[in-house]
């Protein structure tokens, strides 16, 4: 594969030239990585490559470090097939989530609402350079209106372009009757109806993917993401396992991110099953994502409305004629609350950061008049 069926093109093209002393590195994308070992592809094939010690010490956090998708400026190790990132490139898009919570969800109070809290307030990147993302709810027990709404969200964020993919129609005679539904909700975003068991609708998918295009495959586990890139490739290539029928809930088959040539063009990028997505965005994400409640909010008498119990509030005024449905409007306010929640945080973070730093510099001050 040359550069440009691997994703490069002149953005990245730009960054690698503006990237100070340059002289002898070469560029090259992330195929997967595992442990801090990275599997990179150039021109010169596929390397086994290693973050440098330098690129180790200046990383800024977790989220400094390459993921799969990423571009990064790579130093050959003579006489091996073997390499050393010295720069991560700038991100043309990424699409992340908080860190998840370990140890259990904290419960908690916040602005009179309960609301779970836990987890480093933190970013964790999962894919980055993504192009389309593949949003994949499965027309099973798995289907929820408020998780494709919150992989929406977050998509917006990301700056790829997303497309909802509801898999299993086999099992739905409904199935045309929910993608309507889901389309209600996404707002011009492409919405398909497949089956990755018979192949009905996969030929729609293929419209998605062009040359040099990276797309992602993001949702729960179970809902079909490995055996939908195995339809895609004409083999089955990624491990798939049934979901469970006590529950209806799959296991985690995939566990890893790998980035996946297509024939024909295109790059596929599979990812774990998410048990737990919390948002890592601002309010303008959610209002995107509420398109129809923030064109009602503008209409509102107050600019500041809160859409509560305000005199002259349009959001409500849609509700009481049954133009807007209650239960969307209360994830629209959950949401909301769940950002404002995270900002928060990110306040109270970077204040105990910017303290430990003055602290850190009062002591050194110290050191040195005494020395």
């Known amino acids: 594969m040359d550069l440009i069926d691997l994703g490069w093109n002149s953005f990245f093209e730009e960054q690698f030239i503006a990237q100070e002393n340059a002289d002898g590195l070469f560029p090259a994308r992330v195929l997967s990585e595992r442990r801090g070992l990275y599997l990179v592809c150039g021109e010169a094939g596929e390397l086994e490559a290693r973050v440098s010690g330098k690129f180790r010490n200046d990383a800024s956090g977790a989220s400094g470090f390459p993921v799969t998708g990423d571009w990064v400026a790579c130093a050959p190790v003579p006489g091996e097939s073997k390499a050393i990132i010295r720069r991560l490139l700038p991100r043309k898009t990424r699409f992340a989530r908080k860190e998840p919570i370990s140890g259990g969800k904290k419960p908690g109070r916040f602005e009179g609402e309960a609301i779970s809290s836990g987890g480093a307030t933190a970013e964790q990147v999962l894919a980055a350079n993504i192009d389309t993302l593949f949003i994949v709810i499965g027309l099973d027990a798995n289907f929820r209106l408020h998780r494709v709404e919150r992989l929406m969200i977050q998509a917006y964020e990301s700056a790829s372009r997303p497309v909802v993919v509801l898999n299993k129609a086999d099992l739905r005679p409904d199935a045309e009757e929910k993608r309507k539904s889901v389309e ?125 119990s305000e005199p002259g509030c349009a959001v409500k005024e849609a509700i009481a004629r049954g133009d807007l449905p209650e239960d969307r409007y209360r994830e629209y306010l959950k949401y909301m609350r769940e950002i404002r929640y995270l900002d928060m945080k990110k306040e109270q973070r970077a204040r105990c950061i910017d303290h430990d730093k003055a602290e850190r510099m009062g002591f050194m001050k110290k050191k040195y008049r005494k020395e």
């Open 184 to 308: 209600d909700v996404t707002f011009g975003a492409a919405v398909h109806a497949v089956s990755a068991l018979t192949g009905s609708g996969i030929e729609g998918l293929r419209r998605h993917i062009g040359r040099g295009e990276t797309i992602a495959f993001v949702g729960s586990s179970g809902v079909g993401k490995s055996s939908l890139i195995n339809a895609l490739l004409g083999c089955d290539r990624q491990k798939v396992t049934e979901v469970s029928g006590a529950v209806g809930k799959g296991r985690h088959t995939t566990t890893a991110r790998d980035l996946i040539p297509c024939p024909g063009g295109g790059l596929l990028l599979d990812t774990p099953g998410l048990r737990e997505f919390q948002l890592w965005c601002g309010e303008d994400e959610v209002e995107s994502g509420f398109a129809d409640i923030a064109g009602l909010a503008a209409r509102c008498r107050f600019s500041d409305c809160a859409h509560r």
